[in-house]
């Protein structure tokens, strides 16, 4: 069984129709990347399958459980992060204070042992730090841990978004335009990075991104979106032959972009 099953995934804002009966699947281990033009529904299979917003037909299935049923609050707790192309960090905390944030869906003291400060509550909250520590480290952001957030450069504060999402300890991470905004190092170092939170974490990923060499460069399979419709669905060498991709790209390989 897949670990995420999206089934006939089908929404409309008005007479738009967003999504148009998508239906793909992301194993255990795996490293998928969705891809597409502008407009194409990307980011709209990530807000539903993160419970932002509700499809009018299909099914998106999480180990087995209905994700659907979920508040977007109950989807973290399930196993599922993500970032968000836009940020939406807490600008006015500090990096550690923001991956801790993270943390919270994992924790297990409730609100009366912790105003009590019983031992396993401190012992808890050492652990938490031990696990946003070690996040840091991975990320290179032991630097600025006590630096505020919103005072950083817009690669690190990337970087940040993706540390605080791996803090609630996902099975699946949903990474949404990473590479937005980066310069070529930036990007160089970002394919590296995902390949060594996959080390990290086990999780599995899901990889919303435009930058097709990164895609191509480190993605096990894509899936390519084209008005809302499943276009392709494959190796990205199979992907790159693909007549109907490079029609979509407007004629151009997926390796130029």
């Known amino acids: 069984m897949a670990l995420l099953e999206v ?21 255990e281990d795996d490293l998928v990347g969705l891809i597409g033009p502008n407009g194409a529904g990307k980011t709209t299979v990530f807000n539903v399958i993160s ?6 037909r299909g099914s998106v299935r999480f180990s087995g459980h209905d ?11 399930r196993g599922v992060a993500r970032t968000f192309q836009n940020l939406q960090l807490f600008p006015h905390m500090t990096v550690m204070e923001n991956v801790l944030v993270g943390t919270h869906s994992i924790g297990k003291s409730d609100v009366f042992s912790a105003a009590l400060g019983l031992p396993q ?10 696990r946003a520590w070690s996040i840091l480290e991975l990320l290179n952001l032991t630097g600025v841990a006590r630096l505020v957030a919103g005072a950083l450069p817009y690669g690190v504060q990337k970087r940040v978004d993706i540390a605080r999402a791996l803090a609630s300890r996902p099975r699946l991470l949903l990474l949404d335009e990473p590479a937005a905004g980066l310069n070529p190092a930036e990007v160089e170092h970002l394919a590296e ?40 669905d494959g190796t ?22």
């Not at 401190?122 to 730090?129: A, K, T």
């Not at 032959?241 to 972009?257: F, K, M, N, S």
């Open 7 to 27: 089934q006939e995934l089908t929404i409309r804002f008005g007479g738009i129709v967003a999504l148009d009966g998508v239906s793909f699947t992301v194993g």
């Open 51 to 56: 419970r932002l917003y509700t499809p009018d």
């Open 67 to 77: 994700l659907l049923k979920d508040r977007p609050a109950g989807i973290v707790r």
């Open 121 to 130: 509550v401190v012992g808890e909250e050492h652990r938490l730090h031990e």
């Open 193 to 232: 990075l995902i390949l060594e939170i996959r080390r990290f974490s086990n999780a599995s990923v899901l990889l919303v991104e435009h930058h097709m060499a990164l895609v191509m460069r480190i993605c096990q399979r894509v899936v390519v979106l084209d008005f809302g419709k499943k276009i392709a």
């Open 236 to 257: 990205p060498q199979e992907v790159q032959r693909d007549p109907a991709v490079i029609a979509a790209y407007l004629g151009e390989t997926a390796e130029a972009h």
